[in-house]
């Protein structure tokens, strides 16, 4: 069992940048794919990003493609989403989640119930 800890969000402003990490421990992370999703207050929990398990292919919602970016690095066990040109709307807990049983190329995993194992969220808020 791989458990998933996210850290890097906090307050920031519209324009500007942040870097979530998603560190595992338990397991080796490039045995899952990952994705990162998130969750507004009043809102249910959406897909954001996936990264495959050998990092070659990547997927985005349509809200955050050409703003974010998901990497990996599975010598140190660590996912990354790069989040650029911040808005409010991005305001959110952001989760990462990790699947079993993937193709080593795929990354196309977008919903919920895809993912075996996730994270306690990191709180990004952003202000205007």
């Known amino acids: 069992q791989v458990r998933l800890v996210e850290s890097g969000g906090g307050l920031v402003q519209a324009g500007d940048s942040a870097r979530l990490s998603c560190a595992a421990s338990?397991?080796?992370?490039?045995?899952?794919?990952v994705g990162w999703f998130r969750q507004a207050p009043g809102k249910e929990r959406e897909f954001v990003a996936a990264?495959?398990?050998?990092?070659?292919?990547?997927y985005y919602a349509d809200s955050v493609r050409g703003r974010f970016t998901i990497s990996r690095d599975n010598a140190k066990n660590t996912v990354y989403l790069q989040m650029n040109s911040l808005k409010p709307d991005d305001t959110a807990v952001y989760y990462c989640?990790?699947?079993?049983?993937?193709?080593?190329?795929?990354?196309?995993?977008?919903?919920?119930?895809?993912?075996?194992?996730w994270g306690q969220g990191t709180q990004v808020t952003v202000s205007s």
């Open positions: 338990g397991r080796t992370l490039s045995s899952y794919a």
């Open positions: 990264i495959s398990r050998n990092g070659g292919s990547t």
């Open positions: 989640a990790a699947r079993s049983n993937s193709y080593s190329g795929s990354a196309y995993y977008t919903g919920r119930y895809e993912y075996d194992y």
